[in-house]
């Protein structure tokens, strides 16, 4: 993923911190939680996903926007 220039995998899937060994990761995971995750429903949601990227660092970042 680095090779391709990803910095952040971005996901909704709620079992990835339990199911990965994030710390071998190369990039940060950001974690969404969400009511669902359909595009009409996240994508009016981007700029709060892209402002808590910026507040928040660590290996997995998580994201509340229920």
Do not use: S
């Not at 060994?21 to 009409?40: E, F, G, H, M, S």
């Amino acid at each position: 993923m680095v090779e391709e220039g990803f910095e952040i995998l971005l996901t909704v899937d709620k079992g990835i911190p339990y199911q990965q060994n994030i710390k071998n990761y190369p990039i940060q995971i950001a974690l969404v939680y969400t009511r669902d995750n359909r595009l009409k429903t996240l994508i009016p949601k981007i700029e709060l996903i892209e402002a808590a990227l910026k507040q928040k660092k660590g290996k997995l970042i998580e994201i509340d926007l229920k």
